[in-house]
């Protein structure tokens, strides 16, 4: 699978943004898509997952605040991020996992990534 993000940029704590996961190299409405981010000089976090079916998951820090959706038609995956706080600053990933994995919040078993979008939120 192919993945590209966009959508990222620079925004003012209180903002929103909504970032795009572009997908190609295998059927989309079959697979799960993920999205991750890296703060500097912290590890790699899961934000949020969609599944094939529509069932969502999300890390506690980011529920009420962000939303993930698909649209199969355009063979994307978006995240909506409202209420941004700093600490939302990261370089963000999308991500889809191996065929049959399930355990969305762990990051080992997402195969295929993107190339990262920056998030940047000023206080």
């Known amino acids: 699978v192919q993945l590209q993000a966009s959508g990222g940029g620079l925004v003012q704590a209180g903002g929103s943004l909504r970032l795009s996961c572009a997908a190609s190299?295998?059927?989309?409405?079959?697979?799960?898509v993920g999205w991750f981010r890296q703060a500097p000089g912290k590890e790699r976090e899961f934000v949020a997952t969609?599944?094939?079916?529509?069932?969502?998951y999300y890390t506690d820090s980011v529920k009420g605040r962000f939303t993930i959706s698909r649209d199969n038609a355009k063979n994307t995956v978006y995240l909506q991020m409202n209420s941004l706080k700093p600490e939302d600053t990261a370089v963000y990933y999308c991500?889809?996992?191996?065929?049959?994995?399930?355990?969305?919040?762990?990051?080992?078993?997402?195969?295929?990534w993107g190339q990262g979008t920056e998030v940047t939120v000023s206080s």
């Open positions: 991500a889809a996992p191996t065929r049959y994995y399930t355990d969305y919040r762990r990051i080992t078993g997402y195969a295929d």
């Open positions: 969609i599944t094939s079916s529509g069932t969502t």
């Open positions: 190299g295998r059927t989309f409405s079959n697979y799960a």
